[in-house]
């Protein structure tokens, strides 16, 4: 049983460190190689579209730069937290991957968050320079996230009320992004179950707890109360 486990473990680490290893190099490549906004077309539906943001993921910008950036690592460390807990009560190994890829790509954006303002230079007009003389382009904790994958499918037909003419879909995202929407969507869609089961859990130790600190008193006990 020991080994079982180890070896699930075994694999939750390595999709884990796949995860952050080609986020990482995909943007380093990105930062090292192109400017900000060029664009590398491979096909007439896909694009190496060099992109930076604030934000959660596809280039949304949201909130405050650095409470953002604070609360990521905060979630990343629930969250490891909780994937501990999955694998010794014995949850399915398809819902702790999904666990592990949102967390993998969480950690893969803060890292963009943390360091990149320090490691590289501005990207604007020029192609970046790793460890600059002069010093980078922000502080820690500013660094922006690198976005480049852009799949610009198909435009949608003049004649579809309000989008008609609109590219579908115009995010550009990285490796983490497509990490932590693979696995919120294969939670929702093929993990439900255990995510039903997680979250009752969570449910019913509540319910113990509460219990337990309002003890019901026993007819035996009532009984011996009125003896005396």
């Not at 900000?36 to 943001?53: A, C, P, R, Y």
């Not at 790793?130 to 820690?140: E, I, K, Q």
């Not at 037909?157 to 990285?174: A, L, S, T």
């Not at 993990?191 to 319910?207: N, V």
Request: proline share 3%; glycine share 8%.
């Amino acid at each position: 049983m020991n080994n079982f486990l180890k070896n699930k473990r075994f694999l939750y680490i390595a999709i884990f460190i796949a995860v952050i290893i080609l986020d990482q190099v995909s943007k380093i490549w990105v930062k090292t190689n192109m400017s900000l906004g060029s664009s590398i077309w491979i096909t007439d539906w896909f694009q190496i579209n060099f992109q930076e943001n604030n934000g959660m993921a596809f280039s949304i910008e949201m909130g405050n730069k650095i409470f953002l950036t604070l609360f990521r690592i905060i979630a990343v460390g629930g969250l490891l937290y909780i994937i501990n807990k999955l694998i010794k009560e014995g949850y399915k190994t398809g819902f702790i991957v999904c666990m592990v890829l949102i967390t993998a790509g969480a950690l893969g954006n803060i890292i963009d968050c943390v360091f990149y303002g320090v490691l590289f230079s501005d990207s604007h007009h020029q192609v970046a320079e790793f460890l600059p003389a002069a010093g980078g382009y922000s502080t820690w904790l500013y660094g922006k996230v690198v976005d480049m994958l852009y799949f610009p499918l198909f435009r949608i037909p003049e004649w579809v009320p309000f989008f008609g003419g609109e590219i579908f879909f115009r995010p550009v995202f990285n490796i983490a992004d497509s990490a932590v929407c693979t696995g919120v969507f294969s939670v929702l869609v093929f993990e439900h179950k255990e995510l039903s089961r997680f979250m009752g859990d969570d449910e019913d130790k509540k319910g113990k707890d509460k219990d337990s600190n309002n003890p019901v008193v026993t007819e035996s006990n009532s009984i011996s109360d009125s003896e005396k």
